[in-house]
DNA sequence: ACTTTGACTATAA
DNA sequence: GTTATAGCCAAAG
């Protein structure tokens, strides 16, 4: 089994296990990874995850104040909000309601 | 090879 | 509560 250990790799596998209806953060991802400094690199990653071998969910990871911030990198505003209403994550203000209620914390839950 | 940018976060005022 | 600044590190220009 490759094992990938690169800082990418390990981000788009964390991602994968995010549960459904749950979110995380940029911060916490790079946290889990072992570079706590690097949440911009997590976000970075995120924009390649649609480059990766499988799907990533990165319609589940947000900024710390649980905003979504790369909404755009969907194609469509709206659409990273409609996957979170979706899966039963209220959004408003493109920001989401109670993120603390429906944070996924890697570091906890892994 | 250098500079700028970016889906961030923490701290300070 | 806000705004400003610094730290962070890889990819893109």
Not at 5 to 26: A, H, L
Not at 34 to 44: C, E, K, T
């Amino acid at each position: 089994m490759p094992e990938e250990d690169s800082f990418f790799d390990k981000v788009f596998q964390i991602c994968e296990q995010i549960p459904r209806g749950r979110v995380s953060s940029y911060g916490a991802i790079a946290k889990a990874i072992g570079s706590p400094q690097s949440a911009r690199m997590v976000g970075w990653a995120m924009n390649k995850s649609f480059s990766y071998s499988k799907p990533i969910p990165a319609h589940r990871v947000l900024n710390r104040m649980g905003m979504l911030s790369g909404k755009k990198a969907f194609g469509s505003p709206d659409m990273m909000q409609r996957l979170l209403e979706q899966e039963g994550v209220p959004v408003e203000n493109d920001q989401v309601v109670d993120f603390d209620k429906y944070f996924w914390d890697p570091l906890l839950e892994l």
